[in-house]
């Protein structure tokens, strides 16, 4: 694993240039209220990586996506979810989900209507970056989001030295862009949650 790591960086070398070569550990990130707290509000969707074929062909279809985390009334542990996705053509917001905290493992419980994902919040270098890594079954993936859509280079190549070290190709890493964010449903209460909302697209 480690030798397989070593090699496929070396083969990427020229793109890291003075990046350190080394694979670290994934590091679960302790959640704690403030964790939390932090995680509360708008992030954009930025880069997913992943080794499951279905969740290959949603991330192909990704085009930007961003994403809104509110707390619950009753219960400290839980965030709705509500979702801003330009899949190639068409728009789509969901709100249908919610995400169950578990602190002891670090473990996000994505519960959708049909069916529930889980992932590990990893440590990162910003408090406004959330890295990802999904684990189903067999299959690996790490996905990162932050606070704004441009996120550093520096940054970048963390995730890219990651997603290597994972062992996952660069054809199954999916990138976002910027351009043409949907708008949020019209009509929506976001008053209690003060939150910006992106600007529709001009078109
Ligand atoms: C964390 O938040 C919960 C609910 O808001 C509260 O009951 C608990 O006392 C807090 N824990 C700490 C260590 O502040
Ligand atoms: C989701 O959006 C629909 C349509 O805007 C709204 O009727 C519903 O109350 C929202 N649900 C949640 C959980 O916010
Ligand atoms: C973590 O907490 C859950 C309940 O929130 C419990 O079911 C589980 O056994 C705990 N795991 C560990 C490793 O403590
Ligand atoms: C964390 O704990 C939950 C519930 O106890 C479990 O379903 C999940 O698989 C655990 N996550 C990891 C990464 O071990
Ligand atoms: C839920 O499952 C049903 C039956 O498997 C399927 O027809 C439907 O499209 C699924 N809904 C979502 C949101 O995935
Ligand atoms: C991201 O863009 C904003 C404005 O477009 C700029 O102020 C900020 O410095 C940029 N951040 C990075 C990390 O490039």
Redesign the pocket.
């Known amino acids: 694993m480690a030798l397989a790591c070593i090699a496929m960086i070396l083969g990427s070398a020229h793109l890291l240039t003075a990046q350190p070569l080394d694979c670290e550990p994934l590091v679960p990130e302790t959640i704690d209220n403030a964790t939390i707290a932090k995680m509360l509000g708008k992030w954009f969707y930025i880069a997913g990586a992943s080794q499951h074929p279905r969740t290959l062909q949603e991330m192909e279809l990704i085009q930007n996506a961003y994403f809104f985390l509110y707390p619950t009334s009753h219960h400290p542990?839980e965030f709705l979810l509500t979702e801003v996705l330009r899949l190639k053509d068409k728009c789509v917001v969901d709100n249908s989900t919610y995400i169950s905290v578990?602190?002891?493992?670090s473990t996000m419980i994505r519960q959708g209507s049909n069916e529930s994902s889980l992932a590990q919040l990893i440590k990162s270098s910003s408090e406004d970056l959330m890295l990802l890594y999904h684990t189903d079954g067999n299959h690996k993936g790490l996905s990162i989001s932050a606070r704004t859509h441009n996120i550093s280079t520096e940054q970048l190549e963390e995730f890219k030295t990651q997603v290597a070290c994972l062992g996952l190709k660069e054809e199954e890493t999916f990138y976002t862009t910027p351009k043409d964010p949907c708008p949020m449903e019209e009509g929506r209460d976001d008053k209690k949650h003060s939150v910006e909302v992106a600007e529709p697209p001009l078109d």
């Open positions: 542990d578990i602190r002891n493992n």
